[in-house]
């Protein structure tokens, strides 16, 4: 291999990148699409004979590589955290005056831009160069979309800087352009193939291909708004900055981005973007305000999964009328039943509505719901459809009204309504009832659970059924020929499933909490019950004063996950579990590590460490006789603060909590 050849590489990747940020960026071509594509194929021809020349930053990956059989999941080293909402201006305005309550100060500075409708990624850059990309997900874990992120014309493989920073990790919104949808839309129906619904789901589906060749000839768009995880630069004093920084490195941010000051100024401009967003050339659902400066977004902190110091001021919700066909029974894997009303489909805030919640019989008396009425059904941007009224003028003579059945539809079990719940229960459990069975086994294999692929609707209607299975640990009992048999199911079919439920085995104890189904315990709760106890023996034994004691776990909470664990069907049902194989790494004490520094005392751990991960950390403590927690409280023994500590480091100093760095924790250890 030459050195010409080397050269004439980095000429024709440099040449493209020039004309990429020409055509995506600025809009201003200087070259047709042909003699584009000359220099593309030329480029393609030499890292086809000399595929050691291929880098991580060539253009040719924007084709798309081999096509992946499975979707890996990323950890966010920061969380990628959703907003609260507002719907009108006294909204906003509560929004406003309760931050400046809280820093004790008469005016904030606001970033603001658009709110788009799209898709949350994150971009992580090492060394200048693009390695990873990844979904929001939960907001904890998404899903590596790497391969598809890499066909994106407007987002840089390499950043725009000499001496790029060791990690950059970019958040941002992967959309499809107004325009480009409406063309993509006339190509597939000229084609006879379906239409898309919207720019978003359009946008979301064309991520989510296994072929990235699929998603590199869907026209999608990038647009930054904010920073993860960073080392090698100095952290900003300011949201607006680190914007800025985002643009200098090459990765394209909202023209429409500002500072606005005050109440006042955040109105105006959520008004001005309100009468422009027909023409803007990007579907949008309202506008984000964030506090602009970084200092007060630390002392503001976070509340769930949220933060303080953000929100997202909606567009009004969009609404159309139709017809209440019939109201249906659905009972969820908790013995809830939830009327749900069956509508004469209609296109409302961007999709085809037919099936909307009535959530409780309190709900349908309030709104005085009937069989056959005209009603007006009402969503704006992502939040759920709801029926907000039924029109009464339209209302047929002799319609009755609705009244939930004494009985459980699927069971027959008698149905009770406890004191403090809005919702009635069948009683008969997941033994009696079928469809609290079939809840109890797609919730335990859903993705964020056991994620156990392939364990679909129908296979489970079929397995429950046929009796094959009677609760969750049965899955782990079944064999090649209970599933070959079973319809549509040949035998690779049957055998990716139980390589898919032997994978399962190896999970995590806050995925393992979560699965089992607990009232009231979701992901949030599973991670904090997994951070607090060391063990499921620990977690099994645990007292309702002692989970109350818990932050953020209520009385009602801390109830349920007591008589669960209390309840001797749950035992056997987690004993046959755990006979199954399924397991988890688990952390033991170590008498011979035990020691004073450590025994009996609760630590915190946040933001990141260098010289070993946070799980490492918690390990350690553990092996020593010492408590992990997730929240910090007057009882907290000491915080351990890595580099870009958050909320917990304000609070800690607040309470007066003692501060270890990583190197005075390490010193300890």
């Known amino acids: 291999m030459?050195?010409?050849?080397?050269?004439?590489?980095?000429?024709?990747?440099?040449?493209?990148?020039?004309?990429?940020?020409?055509?995506?960026?600025?809009?201003?071509?200087?070259?047709?699409?042909?003699?584009?594509?000359?220099?593309?194929?030329?480029?393609?021809?030499?890292?086809?004979?000399?595929?050691?020349?291929?880098?991580?930053?060539?253009?040719?990956?924007?084709?798309?590589g081999a096509p992946i059989k499975k979707f890996?999941?990323?950890?966010?080293?920061?969380?990628?955290?959703?907003?609260?909402?507002?719907?009108?201006?006294?909204?906003?305005?509560?929004?406003?005056?309760?931050?400046?309550?809280?820093?004790?100060?008469?005016?904030?500075?606001?970033?603001?831009?658009?709110?788009?409708d799209g898709l949350a990624?994150?971009?992580?850059?090492?060394?200048?160069?693009?390695?990873?990309?990844?979904?929001?997900?939960?907001?904890?874990?998404?899903?590596?979309?790497?391969?598809?992120?890499?066909?994106?014309?407007?987002?840089?493989?390499?950043?725009?800087?000499?001496?790029?920073?060791?990690?950059?990790?970019?958040?941002?919104?992967?959309?499809?352009?107004?325009?480009?949808?409406?063309?993509?839309?006339?190509?597939?129906?000229?084609?006879?193939?379906?239409?898309?619904v919207n720019p978003r789901n359009a946008a979301a589906g064309s991520l989510r291909q296994k072929d990235p060749k699929m998603t590199a000839a869907r026209p999608l768009d990038f647009i930054a708004y904010g920073l993860g995880t960073f080392q090698g630069i100095e952290a900003k004093q300011k949201y607006s900055q680190s914007i800025k920084l985002i643009a200098k490195f090459g990765l394209p941010v909202s023209p429409e981005f500002k500072i606005a000051k005050g109440l006042k100024q955040c109105l105006a401009y959520y008004q001005d973007i309100a009468k422009r967003r027909e023409s803007l050339p990007y579907e949008i659902d309202g506008v984000v305000f964030k506090v602009d400066r970084i200092e007060y977004q630390i002392k503001l902190g976070f509340v769930s999964r949220a933060p303080r110091w953000a929100i997202a001021y909606k567009f009004p919700a969009q609404e159309e009328t139709t017809l209440l066909?019939?109201?249906?029974?659905?009972?969820?894997?908790?013995?809830?039943?939830?009327?749900?009303?069956?509508?004469?489909?209609?296109?409302?805030?961007?999709?085809?509505?037919?099936?909307?919640?009535?959530?409780?019989?309190?709900?349908?008396?309030?709104?005085?719901?009937?069989?056959?009425?005209?009603?007006?059904?009402?969503?704006?941007g992502d939040v759920i459809p709801q029926i907000v009224a039924v029109i009464m003028s339209k209302?047929?003579?002799?319609?009755?009204?609705?009244?939930?059945?004494?009985?459980?539809?699927?069971?027959?079990?008698?149905?009770?309504?406890?004191?403090?719940?809005?919702?009635?229960?069948?009683?008969?459990?997941?033994?009696?009832?079928?469809?609290?069975?079939?809840?109890?086994?797609?919730?335990?294999?859903?993705?964020?659970?056991?994620?156990?692929?392939?364990?679909?609707?129908?296979?489970?209607?079929?397995?429950?059924?046929?009796?094959?299975?009677?609760?969750?640990?049965?899955?782990?009992k079944l064999t090649l020929d209970d599933i070959s048999n079973l319809d549509r199911?040949?035998?690779?079919?049957?055998?990716?499933?139980?390589?898919?439920?032997?994978?399962?085995?190896?999970?995590?104890?806050?995925?393992?909490?979560?699965?089992?189904?607990?009232?009231?315990?979701?992901e949030t709760t599973a991670l904090l019950l997994a951070n607090e106890f060391n063990s499921l023996t620990d977690l099994s034994a645990a007292k309702f004063d002692e989970l109350r004691a818990i932050e953020n776990i209520g009385p009602v909470m801390a109830q349920n996950i007591a008589e669960f664990f209390e309840n001797k069907s749950n035992q056997m049902l987690i004993s046959n579990l755990l006979s199954s194989g399924l397991q988890w790494k688990s952390i033991v004490h170590d008498q011979s590590k035990e020691s004073k520094d450590f025994k009996n005392k609760t630590f915190v751990l946040t933001g990141s460490l260098q010289q070993m991960t946070r799980d490492d950390a918690k390990q350690e403590i553990l092996k020593r006789g010492g408590k992990v927690s997730s929240s910090i409280s007057k009882k907290t023994d000491a915080l351990i603060a890595g580099e870009k500590a958050g909320s917990k480091l304000t609070k800690a100093q607040t309470l007066g909590v003692k501060i270890l760095s990583e190197q005075d924790f390490l010193t300890l250890l």
């Open 489 to 522: 199911m040949g035998k690779k079919s049957a055998q990716n499933l139980l390589d898919e439920l032997e994978k399962s085995k190896n999970t995590s104890f806050e995925r393992f909490i979560y699965s089992i189904g607990i009232r009231e315990v979701g």
């Open 395 to 476: 209302r047929k003579k002799g319609a009755r009204r609705f009244k939930l059945p004494q009985t459980c539809p699927d069971c027959g079990s008698k149905v009770e309504k406890l004191e403090d719940e809005a919702v009635i229960r069948c009683t008969g459990g997941p033994t009696k009832c079928s469809a609290q069975r079939k809840g109890a086994l797609r919730h335990f294999a859903q993705r964020r659970a056991m994620n156990i692929e392939g364990l679909g609707e129908q296979l489970v209607d079929q397995f429950v059924t046929k009796g094959l299975v009677k609760d969750v640990s049965d899955l782990y």
């Open 121 to 196: 990624v994150s971009l992580r850059y090492e060394k200048g160069l693009l390695v990873q990309a990844a979904t929001r997900g939960d907001g904890s874990t998404g899903e590596d979309i790497t391969h598809n992120i890499r066909t994106i014309g407007t987002i840089p493989l390499k950043l725009k800087s000499d001496n790029p920073p060791a990690v950059f990790e970019v958040r941002g919104e992967v959309f499809m352009p107004k325009k480009a949808f409406d063309n993509l839309n006339i190509k597939l129906a000229r084609k006879g193939e379906n239409l898309l």
């Open 2 to 64: 030459s050195d010409k050849i080397e050269k004439r590489l980095e000429e024709l990747k440099k040449l493209l990148k020039y004309h990429n940020h020409r055509y995506y960026t600025l809009d201003e071509p200087e070259i047709s699409d042909s003699a584009y594509d000359k220099i593309f194929y030329e480029l393609i021809g030499i890292e086809t004979e000399y595929p050691d020349l291929l880098s991580l930053d060539s253009l040719t990956h924007r084709v798309g």
């Open 325 to 380: 066909l019939d109201i249906d029974i659905q009972v969820g894997r908790t013995g809830a039943l939830t009327p749900v009303a069956k509508l004469d489909p209609v296109f409302v805030g961007g999709v085809t509505v037919s099936n909307v919640s009535l959530h409780n019989q309190d709900e349908i008396d309030r709104k005085d719901i009937r069989k056959g009425d005209t009603v007006i059904v009402r969503r704006a």
């Open 72 to 116: 890996k999941e990323v950890k966010h080293d920061i969380p990628m955290l959703s907003l609260d909402n507002a719907f009108d201006e006294e909204e906003y305005s509560k929004f406003d005056q309760k931050l400046k309550e809280k820093l004790a100060v008469k005016l904030i500075d606001y970033s603001v831009e658009p709110k788009l």
